[in-house]
């Protein structure tokens, strides 16, 4: 009997410790972050999932000073003639969320400045553009796969 006690005891404690891991945490403290993200995948996917991001992050924190840089292969999500994302792009754009095309990307793919979605904006380097963001306190995060 002692031992059935013991047993039910347990359980109804894991139970509860159960329940308890499935709340949801608290969004304090999510108005004060700076995120840079960083694209290097001319992956159309991964695109539309930057979108997504882009939304969930700014329903829950809209005023979160956002940068997506895009270097690379990652230059293609900028090229009009190759942005699968472009409505998208324009909203978030509206919204505050500032977009960079990496000037040593164009030069290197014979991308001209006039081919680039008129959202963005241009850095030289866009790896010195990431860096520095984060040396101001910026947080790093990576689109994609």
């Given at each position: 009997m002692k031992q059935l006690l013991v047993l039910l005891f347990v359980l109804s404690i894991a139970q509860l410790a159960?329940?308890?891991?499935?709340?949801?945490?608290?969004?304090?403290?999510?108005?004060d972050n700076k995120i840079v993200f960083q694209v290097v995948t001319q992956d159309t996917l991964a695109h539309k999932a930057l979108m997504k991001q882009l939304n969930n992050i700014r329903s829950v924190a809209p005023n979160t000073p956002i940068e997506v840089v895009c270097?690379?292969?990652g230059l293609y999500m900028?090229?009009?003639?190759?942005?699968?994302?472009?409505?998208?792009?324009k909203e978030q754009s509206a919204k505050g969320i500032v977009f960079v095309a990496c000037e040593f990307s164009l030069k290197e793919r014979n991308v001209a400045k006039d081919?680039?979605?008129?959202?963005?904006n241009?850095?030289?380097?866009?790896?010195?553009?990431?860096?520095?963001?984060q040396t101001k306190?910026?947080?790093?995060l990576k689109a994609g796969f």
């Open positions: 159960g329940a308890q891991s499935h709340q949801t945490l608290s969004d304090e403290g999510y108005q270097h690379g292969p900028l090229v009009k003639d190759r942005c699968v994302v472009q409505k998208q792009l081919d680039i979605v008129a959202e963005a241009f850095v030289r380097s866009g790896a010195l553009e990431i860096a520095t963001k306190g910026w947080s790093y």
